[in-house]
T-cell receptor, first 112, second 115 residues
C-alpha cells in the first residue's frame, strides 16, 4: 500500500525552465511534508519542508505548494539548472512519529 | 562537523551469510533511523531508536533483521541468513529538531548485494 504517490517518474527540463513534481497522500494524520534531493551514490538530503497550516513555502528557487483539501503537494524548481539534476523524493510523517514515508522518486534531468 | 558515516560502503554476501552494517550518527543526535532503498525506489522505514531504546521496529521485514544501538550512539543493522531479496542500499539517518521540524540527515548508505 503506497501511502505517498509521486509523479512523474522522470522529468526532462531545459536550463532555465520550471520543474514541477507532484505528490498525493491519503492519510490525513500526516502533518509534515519534506522534499529530499538525492545524487547518485549519496544519501537523500533535505531540500525544503512544509506543514499543512500553510499553502506555500518558498526557499530560493524552490517552492512547495500545498493543497490540504485535495491532499496534494508539489515541488516547483524555478530557473532549473544542470546542477539540479538528481532524484527528488517527497515524504510525509505523522504527528508524534518522525519516521518518514517516501514517494517513489522523480529523476530530474536538466539539459543546458 | 562530520555527517552520518556508514560502513562498509559496499558489501557482497553469498546467500545464507550473515552481515553487519554500521552507522555512526552525528554527534549528539538522539534519534537514529534505518531505511532500506531498493533500486529505483524511495527509502522504506525499517526501525527507529531514541538513544539506546528501539522505539519502533515495525518496518523490519523479517526476524532475520536485527538492529541495536547499545550505548545510544553507534548503531548496527544485522541481517542473518541473507537472501537475494535483501539486496538494496541500507540508509542510516540521525536527526535533530529545529523548532518543531525534525530534520533527518542521511548517510551515503551501504549497498548490499546478495549473490
Amino acid at each position: 500500500q503506497q501511502q505517498v504517490k509521486q509523479s512523474p517518474q522522470s522529468l526532462i527540463v531545459q536550463k532555465g525552465g520550471i520543474s514541477i513534481i507532484n505528490c498525493a497522500y491519503e492519510n490525513t494524520a500526516f502533518d509534515y511534508f519534506p522534499w529530499y534531493q538525492q545524487f547518485p551514490g549519496k544519501g537523500p538530503a533535505l531540500l525544503i519542508a512544509i506543514r499543512p497550516d500553510v499553502s506555500e513555502k518558498k526557499e530560493g528557487r524552490f517552492t512547495i505548494s500545498f493543497n490540504k483539501s485535495a491532499k496534494q503537494f508539489s515541488l516547483h524548481i524555478m530557473d532549473s539548472q544542470p546542477g539540479d539534476s538528481a532524484t527528488y523524493f517527497c515524504a510525509a510523517s505523522r504527528k508524534n512519529t518522525d519516521k518518514l514515508i517516501f514517494g517513489t522518486g522523480t529523476r530530474l534531468q536538466v539539459f543546458p | 562537523g562530520a555527517g552520518v558515516s556508514q560502513s562498509p560502503r559496499y558489501k557482497v554476501a553469498k546467500r545464507g551469510q550473515d552481515v553487519a552494517l554500521r552507522c555512526d550518527p552525528i554527534s549528539g543526535h538522539v534519534s537514529l533511523f534505518w531505511y532500506q532503498q531498493a533500486l529505483g525506489q524511495g527509502p522504506e522505514f525499517l526501525t527507529y531508536f531514541q538513544n539506546e531504546a528501539q522505539l519502533d521496529k515495525s518496518g523490519l521485514p523479517s526476524d532475520r533483521f536485527f538492529a541495536e544501538r547499545p550505548e545510544g550512539s553507534v548503531s548496527t543493522l544485522k541481517i542473518q541468513r541473507t537472501q537475494q531479496e535483501d539486496s538494496a542500499v541500507y540508509l542510516c539517518a540521525s536527526s535533530e529538531y529545529r523548532g518543531t521540524k525534525n530534520i533527518q540527515y542521511f548517510g551515503a548508505g551501504t549497498r548490499l548485494s546478495v549473490l
